[in-house]
Nanobody, 122 residues
Framework: QVQLVESGGGLVQPGGSLRLSCAAS????????MGWFRQAPGKEREFVAV????????SYADSVKGRFTISRDNAKNTVYLQMNSLKPEDTAVYFC???????????????WGQGTQVTVSS
């Protein structure tokens, strides 16, 4: 069982930055690939980024590539999402998720956090 808790969301102006954190309870955190997803009102949950268990491999949605960076610290059981050059269309609830398989497919993930709201607005 893996419990995930996101933090770091908030209100930011366009062009600003935020860093999201996701703390995991599992002693075997380093065994899991970790993904970030987001869901805007009236839209389906979409993939943002994923990182392998070792941190050696990562992938991004085209919409965030070059602006967002996913990273992890296995000693702290935490995964991060650094978000730069934020745009109003990045506004959504952001979720982290864990699975033993490295995948961009949200339905594949077994464990989810409760989400943190990110609002980009002037």
């Amino acid at each position: 069982q893996v419990q995930l808790v996101e933090s770091g969301g908030g209100l930011v102006q366009p062009g600003g930055s935020l860093r999201l954190s996701c703390a995991a309870s599992a002693r075997t955190f380093s065994s899991y690939a970790m993904g970030w997803f987001r869901q805007a009102p009236g839209k389906e949950r979409e993939f943002v980024a994923v990182i392998s268990w070792s941190g050696g491999r990562s992938s991004y949605a085209d919409s965030v590539k070059g602006r967002f960076t996913i990273s992890r610290d296995n000693a702290k059981n935490t995964v991060y999402l650094q978000m730069n050059s934020l745009k109003p269309e990045d506004t959504a609830v952001y979720f982290c998720a864990a699975d033993v398989v490295y995948t961009e497919r949200p339905r594949r993930y077994d464990y989810w956090g409760q989400g943190t709201q990110v609002t980009v607005s002037s």
